[in-house]
């Protein structure tokens, strides 16, 4: 459990208590609701971390876009909506080189414009011969980002970096050096789910047990 869930549920679950007291308990019912919302809300489940050159989902959700950007760069999109888990994992193990945070818009998190157009947070990654970028991107609900790393900390693959509240999206950049084992529509979990595997460093046995283990899944996930 992340500690704002907690202090936002203590918050509203006062509020439901002070108006039962003042006029009727069903008055009070509301922020009752709103205090269990924000419980699980803000859950923070323990997640198996996949060894071995691989990049993992920093986020839950959807993946709703799969573009590539140039020969070189290939961007993963996962939308995160109001159910999922919010918190933020590294996608791969390194040194964190930059923080860049922007101002900006907050259209849907879902559409293509916001991932150059909304508020949002892009952390570097380098380490093992690799440099992948992730970006934390505010929508229409999320007006807060939350980052608790800086740049020199070192991060292992599926660290816990942070958190977006209230539905958002996280963009991923991958190079040529990876390749990927996720597809659109699919639906992956922060630190679990493989994205995509080192081309330069899976041995064919690792390969094959990363392609066994995702084809003995339910259809949508990739863990």
Avoid at 42 to 49: H, K, N, Q
Avoid at 60 to 69: A, N, Q, S, W
Avoid at 99 to 104: A, D, F, T
């Amino acid at each position: 459990m992340v500690l704002d869930g907690v202090l936002y549920a203590l918050a509203f679950g006062a509020g439901g208590a002070m108006v039962s007291y003042l006029t009727r308990p069903v008055y009070g019912l509301p922020l009752y609701f709103l205090a269990v919302f924000c419980l699980y809300f803000f859950r923070d489940p323990e997640r198996p971390i996949p060894a071995g050159p691989v990049a993992v989902s920093p986020a839950d959700g959807k993946i709703v876009c799969i573009r590539k950007l140039d020969p070189y760069h290939t961007r993963i999109s996962i939308f995160m909506n109001l159910f999922d888990v919010h918190v933020n994992r590294s996608p791969v193990s390194g040194t964190i080189t930059e923080v860049c945070y922007q101002r900006g818009r907050f259209l849907v998190a879902s559409r293509e414009q916001a991932s150059t157009s909304n508020e949002q947070n892009t952390v570097t990654v380098q380490g093992n011969g690799t440099r992948v970028v992730f970006k934390q991107i505010a929508g229409v609900i999320a007006r807060r980002i939350v980052f608790d790393k800086q740049r020199g900390d070192f991060v292992q693959a599926g660290e816990r970096v942070g958190l977006i509240k209230f539905g958002s999206r996280v963009d991923v950049f991958l190079g040529p050096e990876w390749v990927l084992r996720v597809r659109e529509g699919q639906r992956v979990k922060a630190g679990s789910s493989v994205l995509a595997l080192r081309a330069d460093l899976t041995s064919p046995v690792t390969s094959a047990s990363v392609h066994l283990a995702t084809d003995n899944l339910e259809p949508g996930w990739v863990s």
